[in-house]
């Protein structure tokens, strides 16, 4: 079984902090590291976020902001939707058993009156 190398969060950001710098390539970084290529452009999004110990980048900021965002619209439609069943399931079962969901009492159209009499 192959052993799982671990870094620590300052080995990531002195990284990629030396990547943005622009004072060495992503290939020599990898090289020098002995790091995939994959690796560094994930610890470089991480570090625009803010995820080791440093001040997100704005956009990173944003997108988050956006994410989590769009996780709750996701949310509240996937309740909305759940809601709505329910409740055309209620009516349809209501007006199964001959009841109906106004004032409490039966409508003129269930009990097979006329409104105007």
């Not at 710098?21 to 976020?49: D, F, M, V």
């Not at 110990?53 to 704005?58: D, G, K, L, R, Y």
Request: net charge positive; hydrophobic share 30%.
């Amino acid at each position: 079984m192959l052993n799982r190398r671990t870094f620590s969060q300052e080995f990531k950001r002195q990284v990629v902090e030396e990547l943005l710098s622009g004072e060495s390539s992503a290939a020599q970084l990898c090289r020098r590291h002995a790091i995939a290529n994959g690796l560094l452009y994930h610890w470089k999004e991480q570090y625009a976020r803010g995820k080791f110990n440093n001040e997100p980048t704005a956009e990173a900021a944003l997108k988050d902001r956006i994410e989590k965002l769009e996780r709750l619209v996701g949310r509240l439609t996937l309740e909305n939707e759940f809601l709505k069943k329910g409740l055309q399931n209620s009516l349809s079962q209501s007006e199964k058993n001959g009841r109906s969901s106004t004032n409490g009492s039966g409508s003129s159209a269930a009990s097979g009156k006329d409104a105007n009499s």
